[in-house]
T-cell receptor, first 111, second 114 residues
Framework: DAKTTQPNSMESNEEEPVHLPCNHS???????IHWYRQLPSQGPEYVIH???SNVNNRMASLAIAEDRKSSTLILHRATLRDAAVYYC????????????FGQGTTLQVKP | DTAVSQTPKYLVTQMGNDKSIKCEQN?????MYWYKQDSKKFLKIMFS???????INETVPNRFSPKSPDKAHLNLHINSLELGDSAVYFC?????????????FGQGTRLTVV
């Protein structure tokens, strides 16, 4: 399974945009890029996923590099409720659906 | 209406006991999972069932036995509990779509073995 690399932690100010990077230099052509987050004392929560094109949903945007070796999760206006651990995970088409979690990025949001 | 619900939320028990954690999903999904989050916060998959068939067993000790009576339930039974089993256990479900569908997680069961 291809690995991802994320910074251990990041800080943001409330109501400012946040860009959370992820490197996945060994990504294969059938790997989708998924993002999950885990709020304190809760289970992980799906955020967004994409393959090649940038994606937007109500929670966030996902920007994928042209060579697909990196991606960035964008929270357009961070709120205190966005403080969580964010996980970037590669999911291969045709696999068993298991998610391989790394250490993720712990995002702190300051008021 | 909770999508993936686990019971109990907290479980404190003595070493050597046998315990079960129940999981139910009302999303109509056909695939369910158990994940373990240890004290260092690493999340690791343990088992997965698709339509009541075991499809993932990630070298978990035999003391752990999942049971899926139907597509909506995946229970986890643990025999002869050890101190190292203390962790938060998460149940999840997804709808099989080449393994790409988003997974929905329960709130977790914090197991403490004393």
């Amino acid at each position: 399974d291809a690995k991802t690399t994320q910074p251990n932690s990041m800080e943001s100010n409330e109501e400012e945009p946040v860009h959370l990077p992820c490197n996945h230099s060994t990504i294969s052509g059938t790997d989708y890029i998924h993002w999950y987050r885990q709020l304190p004392s809760q289970g992980p929560e799906y955020v967004i996923h994409g393959l090649t094109s940038n994606v937007n949903n109500r929670m966030a945007s996902l920007a994928i590099a042209e060579d697909r070796k990196s991606s960035t999760l964008i929270l357009h206006r961070a709120t205190l409720r966005d403080a969580a651990v964010y996980y970037c995970i590669l999911c291969r088409s045709g696999n068993t659906g298991k998610l391989i979690f790394g250490q993720g990025t712990t995002l702190q949001v300051k008021p | 209406d909770t999508a993936v619900s686990q019971t109990p939320k907290y479980l404190v028990t003595q070493m050597g006991n046998d315990k079960s954690i129940k999981c139910e999903q009302n999303l109509g999904h056909d695939t369910m999972y158990w994940y373990k989050q240890d004290s260092k916060k690493f999340l690791k998959i343990m088992f997965s069932y698709n339509n009541k068939e075991l499809i993932i067993n990630e070298t978990v000790p035999n003391r752990f036995s999942p049971k899926s009576p139907d597509k909506a339930h995946l229970n986890l039974h643990i025999n002869s509990l050890e101190l190292g089993d203390s962790a938060v256990y998460f149940c999840a479900s997804s709808q099989w779509a080449n393994g790409l569908a988003e997974a929905f997680f329960g709130q977790g069961t914090r197991l403490t073995v004393v």
